[in-house]
């Protein structure tokens, strides 16, 4: 005699189950409590099954949002292999090979001689605005989606001698979000929350956006939604990203945490765990290369140089 079937093999609305013939019920997509046999029968059942439906779904959604993006997204500095610095003005994006290079190794190579040529690659730095657009492009061209979010924010400021093109950088952006660029998310989220460029301002989009940013490990956005989630009210909630953020070297969002405890939003110790782990995230980025270059020079454009 075989086993009655499961539960979770039963159509919710109609009672079929998979031994029935030409029957082969699926999750619901949103919570994967319950399961249908077709779209009809999800469709009926709908009014019984709406508020625990938001609920679980609810619940998956900040299991993923809280449980993902714990560590910084950028990869090592290919050069001292260690992690990037949070700073985007502290290293330097190479337009020939689309590394990443903190400013201690760019400093260091220069002394050794190397003069203009790329600490990675070898190749000669470009210096004008044309030579850095044409390998931004020819690296596109190959494929590099790094190389496509900081063509996109060119276009989305108008830099490097770029005409600003928003709805250009807007695609590009997307595209390179799509191929799993973190920062393309976060400036997407800016775009549609700033209403940069005449853009319409649409909250749903930035905190989608921030939301995918935050999830790969993006500590900026991570902490653009502790902001809203603060402005809303919902301080447990902010308090959460706030902390996420914290541990990965972010500043702010310790000096959000400070805000809320000192406003009696966050208990002494939340703040002394937050300190405690922006503290070891500072000196994990920390090298003596790199605090001398920071003295010797530093560019002020609010975003990584790129060469």
């Known amino acids: 005699m075989s086993n009655p079937p499961s539960v979770a093999e039963v159509c919710a609305n109609c009672g079929k189950t998979s031994e029935d013939e030409g029957v082969n019920p699926k999750n619901c997509s949103s919570c994967f409590l319950v399961k249908y046999c077709g779209r009809e029968c999800q469709k009926k059942h709908w009014t019984q099954h709406k508020l625990v439906c938001r609920r679980r779904a609810a619940e998956l959604h900040d299991e993923a949002l809280f449980g993902e993006g714990h560590t910084y997204y950028e990869e090592d500095c290919p050069i001292c292999m260690l992690q990037l610095p949070l700073d985007p003005m502290d290293y330097t994006n190479k337009a020939c090979c689309s590394k990443k290079i903190c400013d201690g190794c760019i400093l260091s190579a220069k002394k050794t001689g190397m003069g203009e040529l790329c600490p990675f690659c070898k190749q000669t730095t470009a210096k004008t605005d044309a030579q850095i657009v044409a390998s931004a492009h020819a690296r596109v061209a190959a494929k590099d989606y790094v190389a496509m979010d900081v063509l996109g924010e060119s276009y989305l400021h108008g830099r490097y001698g770029l005409p600003r093109d928003v709805p250009r950088a807007i695609e590009m952006l997307n595209e390179s979000a799509k191929h799993g660029v973190a920062k393309s998310h976060n400036s997407l989220g800016v775009v549609y929350g700033q ?25 900026k956005a991570r902490h653009n939604l502790g902001v809203l989630a603060e402005r809303s009210r919902q301080y447990d909630r902010a308090l959460r990203h706030y902390m996420i953020a914290a541990n990965m070297g972010k500043d702010s969002s310790l000096k959000a945490i400070k805000n809320l405890f000192e406003n009696g939003y966050a208990k002494k110790s939340d703040y002394g765990s937050a300190l405690k782990g922006y503290q070891d995230a500072v000196e994990e980025l920390s090298s003596p290369e790199r605090k001398d270059a920071k003295l010797q020079w530093r560019d002020t454009s609010g975003d990584c140089v790129i060469q």
């Open 195 to 219: 209403g940069v460029g005449g853009v319409a301002r649409d909250l749903k989009k930035a905190i989608y956006h921030y939301e995918l940013a935050a999830r790969k490990g993006h500590p």
